[in-house]
């Protein structure tokens, strides 16, 4: 077997709910390598953030995964037991929430909440933990990590905690980051300095990387490879410049048609009409069909699979744009 | 920290100034000590030299001034009934209510922090659903039937615990402790828990939603992410949050407690002051009515001032030190 970073294969998420279970994530597959950066982007309830809790298998009650496999490595997480997979969250794979105000807790130090984290993987002394912890907060360029330690998340700007959340993603030297929005909550200028961060960080650390975001203008920025999510489906997937460049999902045209600045001055900006559908009624065939403006009688009977074209690095699903 | 201090000593002044001003109106308005004091045969004339000499025929303000000044100095006034300052009888009382609320608060904390915490992270287990359901009734249920049911059983059927009285008493420095004998800690049981069972469903509830509701956040969330121990998780990051609304309810509870000792002192025949406030009533004692509810005033001021400092200490956001 080649040495993926990670593998997802068929993975498939559902809610238990009272009259029955529904299909959040619909059998995603996706390989992401070292130093790889992918982007996962979707309209809300798309299934993106799902998506990123799964692979630490952390989806919140009454989730479950109900199928497929996600692979570290070469060690499949699904077989592991809570303990060991509480080693690897936190370890090997760190997470990045979207929203810094409300991430770290409010009523312990920034020292106390990121040496617990390089207690509970490593066997170091107080204050070798202290010296990571301090190394760390000076790679994400925090000024004057000495005295920032010793703070409450309330004393921080919200760029500076989302800094420190970073840092605390770092602290054991992760193989995987996963950024669940990383920026949104943030202001454009300070978005920039984070996503900077992130990219250099990848590079100088090896490692990966796994963005979930709405923002197209972020991942083109960030990531190599983009997969696009649709009512818990990928239905594009490809290299990113390719994909912004020429995207053939009409999903993925209208997704980037609705951009500014991508159209020519003057116009209007296209818009995908319509909603995401909610879980309860995903349509029949083709989710996207009832919003699609190619779509044709198949679109609403069979459900298109995810297929390579032009014998590029692209797949798609779709049965008009596919062929 | 100085100025959280003296902020909190003007606060003082004015709650209590407050709380004396109505006493003192109410002492004011109604009875005439001068008629308990002295039988049917004593002239009017007589009477009014007396009430002159007490001064009760002064204005109401500067009978109210007179009232302050000397309460300031430790003198709250001269037991009618007693014929003994007010401030002596009260203390004396003290120490029987004081081990009563101190027992009942130990109980309180003992039993609903763990339960509570119990089943906000195991909200469908059938501990917690009976839990829910028992606290449910257990909030409706007064104080005296409680009290009256744990007599029955335990005093009487059963015979295993005394139904009245504080037992013995070991005299420390002045201070009536029951606590050191073991009658004296027998006899604590059932009042202690009859004035627990009016706090325990309400914290219990408490707890659990508050918990309940950390559990949710994003915080959480991260810890989990982080891959902390499950403990570290619950005990440290949801628990100290969860602290903050249940120590702001329990300033205010405090209040309550003492207002239910009232009850739980006259079922269990417990000689404290909340059974003393009850005969003075009985017996139109006003002025010990007011340095009652004067002393009660000062230690329920006392006790908020020590639950705001502790609450400072656990959320940083409103961290009472000007240092640094």
């Known amino acids: 077997m080649v040495g993926h970073l990670l593998e997802v294969k068929d993975l498939e998420v559902k809610f238990a709910l009272r009259f029955g279970d529904l299909t959040a994530i619909d059998g995603i597959s996706f390989i992401l390598d070292k130093k790889e950066k992918l982007g996962l982007v979707g309209e809300s309830g798309a299934g993106k953030s799902v998506t990123g809790f799964s692979i630490i298998n952390l989806i919140s009650k009454p989730g479950y995964i109900s199928g497929g496999s996600v692979t570290l490595d070469g060690v499949k997480l699904n077989d592991l037991t809570d303990s060991e997979m509480r080693e690897i969250r936190g370890n090997k794979i760190s997470m990045i929430f979207q929203d810094p105000m409300m991430t770290l807790n409010p009523v312990l130090t920034i020292a106390t909440q990121m040496t617990e984290t390089v207690h509970a993987h490593r066997n170091v002394s107080k204050n070798d933990a202290m010296d990571i912890a301090l190394d760390k907060l000076k790679k994400v360029y925090i000024p004057s990590p000495e005295k920032r330690l010793f703070q409450y998340p309330h004393e921080c700007s919200g760029g500076m905690r989302q800094r420190i959340v970073v840092a605390i993603a770092l602290l054991t030297n992760p193989a995987l980051i996963i950024a669940d929005e990383p920026t949104t909550a943030l202001d454009v200028t300070i978005q920039a300095g984070i996503t900077d961060l992130l990219s250099e960080l990848c590079e100088t650390d090896d490692m990966g990387l796994i963005l979930i975001t709405h923002d197209l203008a972020v991942v083109s920025q960030v990531t190599e490879k983009i997969a696009v999510m649709y009512a818990g489906k990928i239905i594009e997937t490809g290299l990113t410049e390719d994909i912004i460049k020429n995207p053939r999902h009409p999903y993925t045209q209208g997704l980037i048609g609705s951009i500014p600045g991508t159209q020519e001055m003057g116009k209007r900006l296209t818009q995908i009409k319509g909603m995401m559908p909610t879980l309860t009624d995903i349509p029949k065939g083709c989710a996207f069909h009832p919003r699609c403006d190619i779509g044709e009688q198949i679109c609403r009977e069979t459900t298109p699979l995810l297929e390579s074209v032009d014998g590029e690095k692209r797949l798609i699903a779709c049965h008009i744009a596919g062929v | ?324």
């Open chain 2, 1 to 324: 920290m100085f100025a959280f201090i003296i902020r909190r000593i003007i606060q003082a002044v004015i709650v209590m100034l407050v709380i004396s001003f109505i006493g003192f109106s109410v002492q004011h308005s109604i009875g005439d000590p001068v008629r308990d004091m002295v039988g049917e045969r004593v002239s009017e004339a007589e009477r009014e030299a007396l009430r002159d000499k007490l001064g009760l025929n002064d204005p109401f303000l500067t009978q109210y001034f007179r009232f302050v000044k000397n309460a300031c100095y430790g003198d709250l006034g001269i037991s009618y009934f007693h014929n003994k300052p007010t401030m002596h009888v009260i203390l004396r009382k003290a120490p029987a209510t004081i081990e009563l609320i101190f027992a009942t608060t130990i109980i309180i904390l003992l039993i609903t922090f763990p339960v509570g915490v119990y089943s906000a992270i195991n909200p469908n287990s059938w501990f917690s659903r009976v839990v829910m359901g028992v606290s449910t009734i257990g909030v409706a249920v007064p104080v005296f039937l409680t009290a009256i049911i744990l007599i029955y059983i335990f005093g009487v059927e059963l015979q295993w615990l005394p139904a009245f009285g504080r037992g013995d008493t070991v005299n420390i420095w002045g201070w009536e402790t029951g606590f050191l004998t073991k009658d004296g800690l027998l006899h604590l049981i059932l009042p202690s828990i009859s004035l627990a069972s009016i706090m325990l469903p309400l914290y219990i509830r408490l707890i659990r939603s508050e918990m309940m509701e950390v559990l949710e956040t994003e915080y959480i969330k991260f810890a989990w992410a982080k891959g902390l121990n499950r403990y570290r998780v619950w005990l440290l990051h949801a628990f100290k949050n969860t602290l903050l609304p249940v120590i702001t309810v329990i300033g205010v509870e405090i209040g309550i407690l003492f207002a239910f000792t009232l009850l739980t002192e006259t079922v269990f025949q417990w000689q404290g002051m909340g059974f003393m406030f009850l005969e003075a009533v009985e017996r139109a004692d006003t002025a010990l009515i007011v340095a009652y509810l004067v002393i009660v005033g000062v230690m329920f001021v006392v006790i908020n001032t020590l639950v705001d400092v502790i609450y400072g200490f656990v959320n940083p956001m409103v961290r009472i030190t000007g240092s640094k």
